[in-house]
């Protein structure tokens, strides 16, 4: 289980890997495949 949502995992725009910690204090807008979401469901 995660600490903060901060620590999660996530791809930028440019494909790289990195957390929401880089983010912090900004807004953003969270976008997730269709097929991320429909695995995640599962």
Do not use: F
């Not at 910690?21 to 695995?39: P, Q, R």
């Amino acid at each position: 289980m995660q600490d903060s949502i901060l620590t999660t995992v996530v791809k930028d725009i440019d494909g790289e890997v990195t957390t929401l910690e880089k983010y912090a204090g900004n807004v953003l807008l969270i976008v997730m495949s269709l097929k991320v979401w429909l695995n995640a469901a599962i």
